[in-house]
């Protein structure tokens, strides 16, 4: 099973600043046949269900503002949020679609400082 | 538009089969993925197997002997049994669509294993 690395655990920041979290995997996430990699990026706001972010780690999900970036190939991969709104405070989550079984990063939770 | 809705009981005995449904509407079972998800209360994300559009399913390694993801197609529904439960199996569980990645999310259901 490949296995998802993701730091912080936990983050705090003021409104206004850049964060970045991490997400490293055990094997490649890189398809060779579409040159894709199968990782994603969730946010889930307490109560709510996770929410899809980014695909192919840099792709924008529609409506998605454009603060939220990602970036990384292979095994090493980054979601920024610049410019962090309150609303932006929630749990972050890597996942890898790339094989089965499928496996989540373990979280890293922002927060206001 | 793309729905999904998870149901099931809220309380399920230990050592008892958990048996939930995911009912979708907006799309077609035969032409796109469906997983389960499940969190426990506080904690992180875990992947817990699908059902492909073609009928093959995948299982989360840990769970794989515990596990059956099953469907109907006629009635839009993809059907979650895990038995032998344990406390540590309480939890939400979510059923969710995958394009792309997993991009359509149920509500999420809440259940709760306990004597």
């Known amino acids: 099973d490949i296995v998802m690395t993701q730091s912080p655990f936990s983050l705090a920041v003021s409104e206004g600043e850049m964060v970045t979290i991490n997400c490293k995997s055990s094997?490649?996430?890189?398809?060779?046949?579409?040159?894709?990699?199968?990782l994603a990026w969730y946010q889930q706001k307490p109560g709510q269900s996770p929410k899809l972010l980014i695909y192919y780690a840099s792709t924008r999900q529609s409506g998605v503002p454009d603060r939220f970036i990602g970036s990384g190939s292979g095994t090493d991969f980054t979601l920024t949020i610049s410019d962090v709104q309150a609303e932006d405070l929630a749990d972050y989550y890597c996942?890898?679609?790339?094989?089965?079984?499928?496996?989540f990063g373990a979280g890293t939770k922002l927060e206001l400082k | 538009q793309v729905q999904l809705k998870e149901s099931g009981p809220g309380l399920v005995q230990p050592s008892q089969t958990l048996s939930l449904t995911c009912t979708v509407s907006?799309?077609?079972?035969?032409?796109?993925?469906v997983h389960w998800v499940r969190q426990p209360p506080g904690k992180g994300l875990e992947w817990m197997g699908r059902m492909r559009y073609n009928g093959d399913t995948s299982y989360n390694s840990a769970l794989k002997s515990r596990l059956s993801i099953s469907r109907d197609t006629s009635k839009n529904q993809v059907f979650l049994k895990m038995n032998s439960l344990q406390t540590d199996d309480t939890g939400t569980y979510y059923c969710?669509?995958?394009?792309?990645?997993?991009?359509?999310w149920g509500q999420g259901v809440m259940v709760t294993v306990s004597s």
């Open positions: 969710t669509r995958a394009h792309m990645a997993l991009d359509y």
């Open positions: 996942l890898q679609h790339y094989s089965y079984p499928n496996t």
């Open positions: 094997q490649s996430l890189l398809s060779s046949g579409n040159q894709k990699n199968y």
């Open positions: 907006g799309f077609s079972l035969t032409s796109y993925n």
